[in-house]
């Protein structure tokens, strides 16, 4: 099982980026697969699950409306478009497969490196 995540940088408040998850080893369709982030001083937050089996897609609250996850089945590949960046969202994203959310909790299984997002004010 292999998650490489990428696009991370460096962007201004307000901008936008995109991360890319390329998954390997694993049956694609069969996962639900997601993004946490990790930042100094504050535990590992969920930002978004994508549920493969019936489309469903979660997000944790403050990036609703901001963040939009999606998938490329043919390129094994998970998305992560974040608008209206906001300082408070720099951190290391990670994305996970095996994703859940149980009310406010965030499950993930195993996950990539992750890659780097820092938003200047």
């Known amino acids: 099982v292999q998650l490489v995540e990428s696009g991370g940088g460096l962007v201004q408040a307000g901008g936008s980026l995109r991360l890319s998850c390329a998954a390997a080893?694993?049956?694609?369709?069969?996962?639900?697969i997601g993004w946490f982030r990790q930042a100094p001083g504050r535990g590992r937050e969920g930002v978004a699950c994508l549920r493969f089996s019936d489309g469903n897609t979660y997000y944790r609250d403050s990036v609703k409306g901001r963040f939009t996850i999606s998938s490329d089945g043919a390129k094994k590949t998970v998305y992560l478009q974040m608008n209206s960046l906001k300082p408070e969202d720099t951190a290391v994203y990670h994305c996970?497969?095996?994703?859940?959310?149980?009310?406010?909790?965030?499950?993930?299984?195993?996950y990539g490196q992750g890659t780097q997002v820092t938003v200047a004010s």
């Open positions: 996970g497969r095996n994703c859940a959310k149980y009310g406010r909790n965030w499950e993930f299984g195993s």
């Open positions: 080893g694993f049956t694609f369709d069969d996962a639900a």
